[in-house]
């Protein structure tokens, strides 16, 4: 007699998805947006901008521990944060020169 396994025992899925024995299921793609972060830290926007970078950190390692959801949320946050310390920054940038050009030194 054998002791395997009966293959009307095996659960198979119902939607006609197959999985191969042994294969690991793959991690979603990474989005932390340490790129654009680091960007940023170059617009006058600081505490903005050094806040997308942590947040942007902490998706990666949210990512590595395998807390895909978080890091998904956590790097939404870091571009959300990135984009307006971008916004933020033109805008200073902007109000800066029109000051300095429009001022009339007597």
């Keep these: 007699m054998s002791l395997g ?3 009307s025992d095996v659960k198979r899925p119902l939607d006609g998805e197959h999985q191969v024995r042994g294969e690991a299921q793959r991690a979603p793609p990474l989005r932390n947006y340490l790129a654009l972060t680091i960007f ?3 617009c006058p926007a600081y505490p903005i901008n050094i806040v997308a ?3 942007s950190v902490l998706s990666q390692s949210s ?3 395998g807390d895909y959801e978080g890091s998904r949320r956590l790097g939404r946050k870091a571009l959300h ?3 307006a ?3 933020i920054g033109i805008l200073v940038i902007a109000i ?3 000051v ?3 001022t009339h030194a007597i």
Excluded: G, M, P, R
Aim: with cysteine; charged share 10%.
């Design 100 to 102: 300095h050009f429009t």
């Design 96 to 98: 800066y020169c029109i």
């Design 81 to 83: 944060l990135a984009l």
């Design 63 to 65: 990512y590595d521990e």
């Design 40 to 42: 940023t830290c170059f």
């Design 85 to 87: 310390s971008v916004v």
């Design 53 to 55: 970078l942590v947040f």
């Design 5 to 7: 396994v009966v293959d």
